[in-house]
């Protein structure tokens, strides 16, 4: 395989190689071989599919695939021999001229770049620590019965824990929303479901009771026509329902899949769930520790141009699905993503800095930790066992996971090797956000 490679730029490269093509039709020819002895084609017995049928029915597929593995296979190899650090994917296509016998193709990708000395000595890390208490178990009870509670309607005017039956219709000038009848929905007060001015104004009122408010909306409310203006805002109350919480007994227990009914074991159980929830906390208060520090010491770096870029725009994205789910309807403009160009920053050279110290060190995946983290996931479904067999099934699902516990693995080892404090948090500031 001939290889050339030349330089775009301070982290870009352009590598062309040629291949024989007598290795893909040699491939290919092998391939088509074996499907005519195993397919089964109506109006053929079993390994009696002529040639000719076989490459009319599956040639292109096989072709292509096999023209994708030779690329890949060429590729990496060339990187190999050559000593690259690839960042991202690179994007190949074929070349314009080949000689005769050859194919020839050009792959265009940035590199890794020249992170000098990383003396992770010098870096200063909090590792958090918490325990999951007495009260956090009791704490996740009361919300277990949250959501198990029922309601019953009263005459009485609605307070905070209700939940309310509610019309509500908007005026904006001249303009009416809707322009017709009444918006109905029902909102427990005090869960910030509503505008907070109008779950305010449902306080105190019994059924068939109405108000006008005053409201001001702010510029990114998720209801663009009153996004920025301000409303009256109508509400008459349909109905107040209080809630009826239920009892922590033997078959308030096993709803929960503890079959004994006992207090004792649905606590062990809870305080698992509690355990495992707090160990992902901790972590992403860890990686968010190194990742600041790592940006700080290696600020002044250049990073891969187009790297940066298609970062900016996954964050875009998930941005705007984001909202699309709280249902807003964002207007994406072609240069929206150039707001996350400086996250996507951190994040790409964080991952790059992970990726080099992993290298470096010849650190290795851990298969057993790769295993734990798998169990863990799963035992937060009713089947475990399915979960664990889709991931062993799905390449895609495993690798990943895969590349989740190296992260972590990297992420310890660094905070490890860093001066670093440790910082007692409670559970529930534990798993709270991060400012």
Same mark, same amino acid.
């Given at each position: 395989?001939? @290889?050339?490679?030349?330089?775009?730029?301070?982290?870009?490269?352009?590598?062309?190689?040629? !291949?024989?093509?007598? *290795?893909?039709?040699?491939?290919?020819?092998?391939?088509?071989?074996?499907?005519?002895?195993?397919?089964?084609?109506?109006?053929?017995?079993?390994?009696?599919?002529?040639?000719?049928?076989?490459?009319?029915?599956?040639?292109?597929?096989?072709?292509?695939?096999?023209?994708?593995?030779?690329?890949?296979?060429?590729?990496?190899?060339?990187?190999?021999?050559?000593?690259?650090?690839?960042?991202?994917?690179?994007?190949?296509?074929?070349?314009?001229?080949?000689?005769?016998?050859?194919?020839?193709?050009?792959?265009?990708?940035?590199?890794?770049?020249?992170?000098?000395?990383?003396?992770?000595?010098?870096?200063?890390?909090?590792?958090?620590?918490?325990?999951?208490?007495?009260?956090?178990?009791?704490?996740?009870?009361?919300?277990?019965?949250?959501?198990?509670?029922?309601?019953?309607? !009263?005459?009485?005017?609605?307070?905070?824990?209700?939940?309310?039956?509610?019309?509500?219709?908007?005026?904006?000038?001249?303009?009416?929303?809707?322009?017709?009848?009444?918006?109905?929905?029902?909102?427990?007060?005090?869960?910030?479901? =509503?505008?907070?001015?109008?779950?305010?104004?449902?306080?105190?009122?019994?059924?068939?009771?109405?108000?006008?408010?005053?409201?001001?909306?702010?510029?990114?409310?998720?209801?663009?026509?009153?996004?920025?203006?301000?409303?009256?805002?109508?509400?008459?109350?349909?109905? !107040?329902?209080?809630?009826?919480?239920?009892?922590?007994?033997?078959?308030?227990?096993?709803?929960?899949?503890?079959?004994?009914?006992? =207090?004792?074991?649905?606590?062990?159980?809870? *305080?698992?769930?509690?355990?495992?929830?707090?160990?992902?906390?901790? =972590?992403?208060?860890?990686?968010?520790?190194?990742?600041?520090?790592?940006?700080?010491?290696?600020?002044?770096?250049?990073?891969?141009?187009?790297?940066?870029?298609?970062?900016?725009?996954?964050?875009?994205?998930?941005?705007?699905?984001?909202?699309?789910?709280?249902?807003?309807?964002?207007? !994406?403009?072609?240069?929206?993503?150039?707001?996350?160009?400086?996250?996507?920053?951190?994040?790409?050279?964080?991952?790059?800095?992970?990726?080099? @110290?992993?290298?470096?060190?010849?650190?290795?995946?851990?298969?057993?930790?790769?295993?734990?983290?798998?169990?863990?996931?799963?035992?937060?479904?009713?089947?475990?066992?399915?979960?664990?067999?889709?991931?062993?099934?799905?390449?895609?699902? =495993?690798?990943?996971?895969?590349?989740?516990?190296?992260?972590?693995?990297?992420?310890?080892?660094?905070?490890?090797?860093?001066?670093?404090?440790?910082?007692?948090?409670?559970?529930?500031?534990?798993?709270?956000?991060?400012?």
């Amino acid at each position: 395989m001939q @290889v050339s490679v030349e330089s775009l730029g301070s982290l870009e490269r352009k590598m062309t190689f040629r !291949v024989p093509s007598e *290795r893909l039709d040699t491939q290919v020819g092998g391939r088509l071989r074996e499907i005519a002895r195993t397919t089964r084609l109506k109006g053929f017995r079993p390994g009696k599919v002529p040639a000719k049928v076989v490459e009319q029915r599956f040639g292109e597929q096989v072709r292509a695939e096999e023209l994708d593995r030779l690329l890949r296979e060429g590729f990496d190899q060339a990187i190999r021999e050559n000593e690259l650090q690839i960042a991202g994917q690179p994007r190949i296509a074929p070349e314009g001229e080949a000689g005769e016998g050859e194919l020839a193709f050009t792959a265009t990708f940035e590199i890794v770049p020249d992170f000098g000395s990383i003396e992770l000595e010098n870096l200063e890390v909090v590792r958090h620590t918490a325990e999951v208490a007495e009260d956090d178990i009791d704490r996740m009870i009361e919300n277990l019965r949250l959501q198990r509670r029922s309601w019953s309607a !009263v005459t009485r005017g609605a307070q905070k824990g209700d939940a309310v039956d509610v019309e509500t219709w908007s005026q904006i000038g001249d303009d009416r929303l809707p322009a017709e009848g009444a918006e109905r929905g029902v909102t427990v007060l005090g869960s910030g479901a =509503m505008y907070p001015e109008i779950e305010d104004a449902l306080i105190g009122l019994a059924k068939g009771e109405e108000k006008a408010i005053e409201v001001s909306f702010p510029a990114d409310w998720r209801v663009p026509q009153l996004a920025g203006k301000q409303a009256t805002v109508h509400v008459k109350v349909e109905q !107040v329902s209080e809630q009826q919480l239920p009892e922590v007994d033997q078959a308030f227990i096993r709803s929960f899949g503890v079959k004994s009914g006992e =207090m004792a074991q649905f606590r062990t159980e809870i *305080r698992s769930n509690l355990e495992r929830e707090l160990k992902g906390a901790l =972590m992403n208060r860890l990686r968010r520790e190194v990742g600041e520090q790592l940006v700080a010491a290696f600020a002044h770096v250049e990073l891969p141009p187009k790297l940066v870029e298609s970062e900016a725009k996954s964050l875009l994205r998930q941005t705007v699905e984001q909202a699309r789910r709280n249902g807003q309807n964002p207007t !994406v403009a072609d240069d929206a993503h150039n707001e996350f160009l400086e996250p996507a920053r951190k994040r790409v050279l964080v991952g790059l800095l992970v990726g080099e @110290v992993a290298r470096r060190n010849q650190l290795k995946l851990d298969p057993k930790r790769v295993n734990e983290t798998m169990r863990l996931i799963a035992s937060t479904y009713e089947e475990p066992q399915q979960v664990i067999e889709m991931y062993r099934n799905d390449p895609q699902l =495993m690798s990943g996971l895969q590349n989740r516990v190296m992260e972590e693995q990297v992420i310890d080892w660094i905070a490890e090797r860093a001066k670093h404090t440790e910082q007692s948090l409670s559970f529930q500031d534990a798993i709270g956000p991060q400012g």
